[in-house]
Nanobody, 111 residues
Framework: QVQLVESGGGLVQPGGSLRLSCAAS????????VNWYRQAPGKEREWVAV???????SYADSVKGRFTISRDNAKNTVYLQMNSLKPEDTAVYSC?????WGQGTQVTVSS
């Protein structure tokens, strides 16, 4: 059974940082691409970033230069380091690999 579990969300002030984690069981992240998505209230789900099997990364323009996706093969975990957070980054962040999704973690950026 495949399980993706996100953690690390919370409330942070504008300009602050958070690191999200996506831990997997039943699927090996080093042999699959892993994506982060987010969905703000009343908005469509938005793709945020991807890390491929070969550790290539790509980002949405809205987060480029502020967010960094990385992978720890030993822990079978993908991270999303989010810096210089803005109120518009507020959303539920979810990780996905192949057809599997996590339950999401809430990120709220507010003063």
């Amino acid at each position: 059974q495949v399980q993706l579990v996100e953690s690390g969300g919370g409330l942070v002030q504008p300009g602050g940082s958070l690191r999200l984690s996506c831990a997997a069981s039943g699927i090996i992240f080093s042999t699959n691409a892993v994506n982060w998505y987010r969905q703000a209230p009343g908005k469509e789900r938005e793709w945020v970033a991807v890390i491929t099997r070969s550790v290539q990364t790509s980002y949405a323009d809205s987060v480029k230069g502020r967010f960094t996706i990385s992978r720890d093969n030993a822990k079978n975990t993908v991270y999303l380091q989010m810096n210089s957070l803005k109120p518009e980054d507020t959303a539920v962040y979810s990780c996905s690999s192949r057809t599997y999704w996590g339950q999401g973690t809430q990120v709220t950026v507010s003063s």
